[in-house]
């Protein structure tokens, strides 16, 4: 008969060898490399290919990230504060010393298709190649060519400031186990109805190139895009902005058309609202330059997405009785209309408005303290701007304006708190 402390060395030796061979496998799937695709051309200095590279680079939203305020484009040092500690843009200007002059094409494809520098260094899914995946090699070479195109700027990459554990890039790989594939060129099967290759386009630039789903997809505790819950909405890490579900549900695109869709990315605003916040910069920098062609794809793609199976919210009680419409009439109603029904162009209205209905009332809160334009486009040059509120409302009135706002003319969502609007109020003062 075997002894207790045999029996429990053996158990010990059984789960550690479970362990390595666990961590093994994590290691082997998050960093084995993925299958080479050949490049699409060599001539990476023909006018078309820039052309086309230029517009990519527009859509991907590129300077975002690898463009300081004032800074030279593309010559990084952008800020991206995450939850684990701050990542700093990369240089990408064809600097051969500082940025990417001295990468091939094939280390520029690899480096988006599958997270990795020319040397096998894994990167920082901030960079997010978790949907950059997704894109053809015709069009990262087409990238690959604008950028080499660019004017070289020498200017060293700033080291991140992560926290630890998260500053050991080792991690990534078992990061990536759990959280990334690389993806396989096959397209998408699109439902039926929609034309495919519409529909397909569409799929290929909300997944891809637009990499929608990193502000729009809830994450997990590590960080990685939850696979159960597509482009569900969710409050975003950076600044403290929702960003909203894009599929048709309440506090969604319920109830927008392919026409609306396509408008808000090109114009900045629909009656359904405007962009507002970090959405008003992507709309800025990004999507007003999309074809009407690509826009109405991803369009297109958006309104046949499948509406998660969750009841719709229960009516609420309006716990500030007639405080939120006295307010409203006050400050509001002048310009959005005693039903919410929005005056003109300038005012929309707030019946059906999608900022109004979000599950999370940051995104409004933020608006009524902070006033804001929305963008500037081709579409709509001269955008009407709303005031502050900031130094006229208390938490109080904030608040009951919105839970008024929220729980009339057909909307139905919860009721904000006075401490809703104080930490709303807090964090926008930091």
């Given at each position: 008969?075997?002894?207790?402390?045999?029996?429990?060395?053996?158990?010990?030796?059984?789960?550690?060898i479970?362990?390595?061979?666990?961590?093994?496998?994590?290691?082997?799937?998050?960093?084995?490399?993925?299958?080479?695709v050949?490049?699409?051309?060599?001539d990476?200095d023909?006018?078309?290919?820039?052309?086309r590279?230029?517009?990519?680079a527009?859509?991907?939203?590129?300077?975002?990230?690898?463009t300081?305020?004032?800074?030279?484009?593309?010559?990084?040092?952008?800020?991206?504060?995450?939850?684990?500690?701050?990542?700093y843009g990369?240089?990408?200007?064809?600097?051969?010393?500082?940025?990417?002059?001295?990468w091939?094409?094939?280390?520029?494809w690899?480096?988006?298709?599958?997270g990795?520098g020319?040397?096998g260094?894994?990167?920082?899914?901030?960079?997010?190649?978790?949907?950059?995946?997704?894109?053809?090699?015709?069009?990262?070479?087409?990238l690959?060519?604008?950028?080499?195109?660019?004017p070289?700027?020498s200017?060293?990459?700033?080291?991140?400031?992560l926290?630890?554990?998260?500053?050991?890039?080792?991690?990534?790989?078992?990061?990536?186990?759990?959280?990334?594939?690389a993806?396989?060129?096959?397209?998408?099967s699109?439902p039926e109805?929609?034309?495919?290759?519409?529909?397909?386009?569409?799929?290929?630039l909300?997944?891809?190139?637009?990499h929608?789903?990193?502000?729009?997809?809830?994450?997990n505790?590590?960080?990685?895009?939850?696979?159960?819950?597509?482009?569900?909405?969710?409050?975003m890490?950076i600044?403290?902005?929702?960003?909203?579900?894009?599929?048709p549900?309440?506090?969604?695109?319920?109830?927008?058309?392919?026409?609306?869709?396509?408008?808000?990315?090109r114009?900045?605003t629909t009656?359904?609202g405007?962009?507002?916040?970090?959405?008003?910069?992507?709309?800025?920098?990004?999507s007003?330059?999309?074809t009407?062609?690509?826009?109405?794809?991803?369009?297109t793609?958006?309104?046949?997405l499948e509406?998660p199976?969750?009841?719709e919210?229960?009516?609420?009680?309006?716990?500030?009785g007639q405080?939120?419409?006295?307010?409203?009439?006050?400050?509001?109603?002048?310009?959005?209309?005693?039903?919410g029904?929005?005056?003109?162009?300038?005012w929309?209205?707030?019946?059906g408005?999608?900022?109004?209905?979000?599950?999370?009332?940051v995104?409004?809160?933020r608006v009524?303290?902070?006033?804001g334009f929305?963008?500037?486009?081709?579409?709509?040059?001269?955008?009407?701007?709303?005031?502050?509120?900031?130094?006229?409302?208390?938490?109080?009135?904030?608040?009951?304006i919105?839970s008024?706002?929220?729980?009339?003319?057909?909307?139905?969502?919860?009721?904000v708190s006075?401490n809703?609007?104080?930490?709303?109020?807090r964090?926008?003062?930091h």
């Open positions: 008969m075997r002894s207790p402390l045999r029996l429990v060395g053996s158990v010990f030796a059984v789960l550690l479970i362990l390595v061979i666990a961590l093994a496998a994590g290691w082997w799937l998050g960093t084995r490399p993925a299958e080479p050949a490049a699409s051309t060599q990476f023909h006018p078309a290919l820039i052309e590279g230029a517009y990519l527009r859509l991907g939203n590129c300077a975002a990230c690898h300081t305020a004032g800074g030279e484009p593309f010559s990084g040092g952008r800020a991206i504060p995450t939850p684990f500690g701050t990542l990369s240089n990408i200007t064809p600097d051969r010393d500082t940025g990417i002059g001295a091939s094409a094939d280390d520029f690899r480096a988006l298709h599958d990795r020319p040397d260094s894994l990167l920082y899914p901030a960079f997010p190649y978790t949907s950059y995946t997704r894109l053809s090699r015709e069009d990262t070479d087409a690959y060519a604008f950028l080499r195109s660019q070289a700027v200017q060293p990459d700033r080291p991140h400031e926290r630890f554990p998260y500053d050991q890039r080792f991690l990534l790989a078992f990061w990536r186990a759990l959280n990334f594939r993806a396989t060129p096959s397209p998408p699109p109805g929609p034309d495919a290759t519409l529909w397909q386009r569409g799929a290929y909300t997944e891809g190139l637009g929608c789903a990193e502000c729009h997809t809830p994450r505790r590590f960080g990685g895009l939850r696979g159960d819950a597509p482009f569900a909405g969710t409050l890490p600044g403290d902005w929702y960003a909203p579900a894009l599929t549900v309440r506090g969604g695109l319920q109830g927008w058309s392919v026409a609306d869709i396509a408008t808000l990315l114009a900045g009656p359904h405007g962009a507002a916040g970090p959405m008003a910069e992507v709309v800025f920098d990004s007003q330059y999309l009407p062609q690509d826009a109405e794809a991803i369009a793609y958006l309104v046949n509406a199976a969750h009841p919210p229960s009516p609420v009680e309006n716990v500030f405080l939120g419409a006295q307010r409203y009439e006050q400050h509001c109603a002048s310009c959005h209309g005693e039903q029904q929005g005056k003109g162009p300038g929309p209205p707030l019946a408005n999608l900022t109004a209905q979000l599950p999370d009332p995104n409004a809160i009524i303290l902070d006033g929305a963008p500037g486009t081709a579409l709509n040059p001269q955008p009407y701007g709303m005031p502050p509120f900031r130094h006229r409302l208390s938490d109080t009135d904030v608040a009951a919105l008024h706002v929220r729980q009339s003319w057909g909307n139905v969502a919860p009721a006075p809703d609007v104080r930490k709303a109020r964090h926008a003062a």
